[in-house]
């Protein structure tokens, strides 16, 4: 499985990450190592066969839309770089 | 007596018969975390002083009579990916590393209810995606066995710090073999509960269909404790499964008359070690010399379910992992111009080289034009594994193979490559896919004294009959009575 390095980088950029210039060629090596691997999947006999999505029964849990209050907001916010107000704190998005 | 020698439940024995107090226990293990720690480093948050200040505790209210139970005052370790209020969980990740959980995972909910003492958060592979406890961010956990080895891995802190006496017992998480391979790989006792047995509510999710939370243990026996209290239903984890309790010490009888055991043909060919083919033949021998019926058949799913198990796995750890973006509890990048470069730098420099190779290759089978060829091919293959297994089972009672084709390897053997650390899991990833329960226990060691462990596979929920199985083989090969870990420098 060939991958090109536009489409390692598009890939990294819908996953939000960047790649240093340097990082790249290892990166594309394993992936390809990988994909290739995980090709033999297209061997498998399973045509006829429905997808499994979890490991057991696919069934909706519902439960009633309720508000629970989570009491400990301080906790919460302990653990943000940046805050105000009782807010996480971002840079601006609208200009 | 040595009491960091002793098990779980000789423990509770002997603080029953008040030969020893919740304090002398503590002390022990803490004093032992001391001895041993800067050698195997298998801790990322050592909980010494809370410990020894909790046992005082506790022994007042026991002394005061105001709480009994038998796990009152056990200490325990725990892997760095459970939330524990008010200690750091980091998945030994920079992206963690300051993290400090606002609440408590619901396994510990239940190890706190019962008054039991947390020695500390265990080392492991960077948000549990790898096989050799390599990939921390921190540190680089040793095997106690062997110091020049990985201990396995991803639970490699949890399964190190059980063989090297540091703490009693541990919780591990187990996604593809996480439980399994390392305790294999530390001779100690690892089980991974059938899907939906105990609830993930509080584990750091890395592939939510396969992640499941088990004890690593010295022996089955405490395994089967640490189950009873860790295993039910949890309404803040929806897949976990609503049934009646089950207690599985009362299922250890010893007893595997006419038990009917399958040996996989395809776990003992090309690839396996011939010291690990040997050891699990002497274990099947026992097994018949016991009464149990033992046949060979045909399970044709390894490599299919190890391909499916890094395509699937990778997808959902891509999503999974999209939450940490520098903004509300993470590792946040010093320099950006707008809110697509904060998320963009933080996650690049807060995720390690393995973390972001599987957010690449799981966002990759995702993505428009590959997600049928990767993603729902996998989905199917992931089926046909499952039918597999059933098919199996109709035969079967449990299913008998080596944990890991190698004992372990050294330290950076593998690192280097990606793909043969992948292939390292192929025993394990497939009792995942299927969603199956499996226990490693120790079975021998090879010819340089490291460990070799052999895999008991249930069907859906008959943990009983898997451990039961385990406890006997412990009892005819006396493994802790025979081997030691030697701290080999």
Redesign the interface.
């Given at each position: 499985m060939k991958v090109s390095k536009e489409e390692l980088l598009h890939i990294a950029n819908l996953a939000q990450l960047n790649l240093k210039e340097e990082e790249i060629g290892n990166y594309l090596q394993n992936l390809e190592e990988i994909l290739n691997f995980a090709n033999i999947v297209n061997n498998a006999p399973v045509d006829e066969l429905d997808i499994t999505i979890g490991a057991n029964e696919a069934k909706n849990v519902f439960r009633k839309d309720e508000v629970k209050v989570f009491e400990d907001n301080e906790a919460l916010l302990a653990n943000a770089v940046s805050k105000e107000l009782n807010m996480f704190k971002i840079p601006k998005v609208i200009q | 007596m040595n009491i960091i020698d002793l098990t779980v439940n000789e423990l509770q024995e002997k603080l029953k018969n008040k030969e020893l107090t919740i304090k002398e226990i503590t002390q022990a293990y803490v004093d032992r975390i001391n001895e041993k720690e800067k050698d195997v480093e298998a801790f990322v948050t050592t909980l010494t002083d809370e410990a020894l200040n909790k046992a005082e505790e506790i022994q007042k209210k026991i002394d005061e009579g105001e709480i009994n139970g038998d796990l009152a005052g056990i200490p325990i370790g725990i892997k760095d990916n459970i939330n524990t209020k008010?200690v750091k969980t980091t998945c030994s990740s920079k992206m963690l590393e300051?993290?400090?959980s606002?609440?408590d995972a619901t396994v510990m909910q239940k190890i706190n209810s019962e008054n039991m003492i947390n020695l500390g958060k265990l080392n492991m592979d960077e948000f549990a995606m790898g096989s050799s406890t390599e990939t921390s961010y921190f540190k680089t956990t040793k095997n106690p066995w062997d110091l020049n080895r990985v201990p396995g891995g991803s639970s490699g802190g949890s399964a190190a710090a059980v063989a090297s006496g540091m703490v009693p017992w541990a919780l591990g998480s187990d996604t593809g073999g996480s439980i399994r391979q390392p305790a294999s790989f530390c001779g100690v006792v690892g089980l991974k509960p059938t899907?939906?047995l105990v609830s993930r509510y509080g584990l750091v999710a890395f592939a939510s269909?396969?992640d499941q939370i088990g004890p690593i243990t010295k022996d089955v026996k405490d395994a089967a404790i640490l189950l009873n209290l860790i295993a039910g239903y949890d309404?803040k984890d929806?897949?976990s499964?609503n049934m009646e309790k089950k207690d599985y010490v009362k299922a250890l009888t010893g007893d595997v008359k006419g038990l009917k055991i399958g040996v996989p043909k395809e776990f003992f060919g090309e690839g396996i070690n011939e010291e690990v083919k040997n050891s699990l033949k002497e274990a099947i021998n026992k097994y018949k010399e016991l009464g149990a019926e033992v046949e060979e058949f045909s399970l044709n799913v390894a490599?299919?379910a190890l391909?499916?198990y890094?395509?699937i796995a990778c997808a959902e750890a891509?999503s999974n992992l999209?939450r940490f973006?520098?903004?509300?509890?993470?590792?946040?990048t010093s320099e950006?111009?707008?809110?697509k470069e904060?998320?963009?730098?933080s996650?690049?420099e807060g995720?390690g080289d393995e973390v972001?190779?599987r957010?690449?290759?799981?966002?990759?089978?995702l993505?428009s034009g590959y997600y049928d060829?990767?993603y729902?091919?996998?989905?199917?293959?992931?089926?046909?594994v499952?039918?597999e297994f059933n098919k199996g089972f109709e035969k079967y009672d449990v299913i008998l193979t080596p944990t890991s084709p190698t004992v372990a390897f050294g330290i950076g053997e593998k690192s280097g490559n990606?793909?043969e650390m992948?292939l390292a899991d192929i025993c394990t990833v497939s009792i995942?896919i299927?969603?199956v329960p499996g226990i490693s226990i120790p079975c021998g060691v090879d010819s340089n004294g490291m460990p070799i462990g052999m895999q008991i596979v249930g069907n859906?929920f008959e943990e009983e009959k898997i451990l039961n199985v385990a406890y006997t083989l412990e009892k005819e090969i006396k493994f802790r009575e025979k081997y030691k870990p030697e701290f080999k420098k």
């Amino acid at each position: 499985m060939k991958v090109s390095k536009e489409e390692l980088l598009h890939i990294a950029n819908l996953a939000q990450l960047n790649l240093k210039e340097e990082e790249i060629g290892n990166y594309l090596q394993n992936l390809e190592e990988i994909l290739n691997f995980a090709n033999i999947v297209n061997n498998a006999p399973v045509d006829e066969l429905d997808i499994t999505i979890g490991a057991n029964e696919a069934k909706n849990v519902f439960r009633k839309d309720e508000v629970k209050v989570f009491e400990d907001n301080e906790a919460l916010l302990a653990n943000a770089v940046s805050k105000e107000l009782n807010m996480f704190k971002i840079p601006k998005v609208i200009q | 007596m040595n009491i960091i020698d002793l098990t779980v439940n000789e423990l509770q024995e002997k603080l029953k018969n008040k030969e020893l107090t919740i304090k002398e226990i503590t002390q022990a293990y803490v004093d032992r975390i001391n001895e041993k720690e800067k050698d195997v480093e298998a801790f990322v948050t050592t909980l010494t002083d809370e410990a020894l200040n909790k046992a005082e505790e506790i022994q007042k209210k026991i002394d005061e009579g105001e709480i009994n139970g038998d796990l009152a005052g056990i200490p325990i370790g725990i892997k760095d990916n459970i939330n524990t209020k008010g200690v750091k969980t980091t998945c030994s990740s920079k992206m963690l590393e300051n993290f400090v959980s606002p609440y408590d995972a619901t396994v510990m909910q239940k190890i706190n209810s019962e008054n039991m003492i947390n020695l500390g958060k265990l080392n492991m592979d960077e948000f549990a995606m790898g096989s050799s406890t390599e990939t921390s961010y921190f540190k680089t956990t040793k095997n106690p066995w062997d110091l020049n080895r990985v201990p396995g891995g991803s639970s490699g802190g949890s399964a190190a710090a059980v063989a090297s006496g540091m703490v009693p017992w541990a919780l591990g998480s187990d996604t593809g073999g996480s439980i399994r391979q390392p305790a294999s790989f530390c001779g100690v006792v690892g089980l991974k509960p059938t899907y939906g047995l105990v609830s993930r509510y509080g584990l750091v999710a890395f592939a939510s269909s396969l992640d499941q939370i088990g004890p690593i243990t010295k022996d089955v026996k405490d395994a089967a404790i640490l189950l009873n209290l860790i295993a039910g239903y949890d309404e803040k984890d929806t897949t976990s499964v609503n049934m009646e309790k089950k207690d599985y010490v009362k299922a250890l009888t010893g007893d595997v008359k006419g038990l009917k055991i399958g040996v996989p043909k395809e776990f003992f060919g090309e690839g396996i070690n011939e010291e690990v083919k040997n050891s699990l033949k002497e274990a099947i021998n026992k097994y018949k010399e016991l009464g149990a019926e033992v046949e060979e058949f045909s399970l044709n799913v390894a490599e299919y379910a190890l391909a499916t198990y890094y395509i699937i796995a990778c997808a959902e750890a891509s999503s999974n992992l999209g939450r940490f973006d520098g903004i509300r509890y993470t590792y946040r990048t010093s320099e950006f111009k707008d809110l697509k470069e904060l998320f963009k730098k933080s996650r690049s420099e807060g995720f390690g080289d393995e973390v972001k190779r599987r957010i690449i290759l799981g966002t990759y089978v995702l993505s428009s034009g590959y997600y049928d060829a990767y993603y729902k091919k996998a989905q199917k293959v992931r089926t046909m594994v499952m039918n597999e297994f059933n098919k199996g089972f109709e035969k079967y009672d449990v299913i008998l193979t080596p944990t890991s084709p190698t004992v372990a390897f050294g330290i950076g053997e593998k690192s280097g490559n990606p793909l043969e650390m992948y292939l390292a899991d192929i025993c394990t990833v497939s009792i995942n896919i299927a969603g199956v329960p499996g226990i490693s226990i120790p079975c021998g060691v090879d010819s340089n004294g490291m460990p070799i462990g052999m895999q008991i596979v249930g069907n859906k929920f008959e943990e009983e009959k898997i451990l039961n199985v385990a406890y006997t083989l412990e009892k005819e090969i006396k493994f802790r009575e025979k081997y030691k870990p030697e701290f080999k420098k």
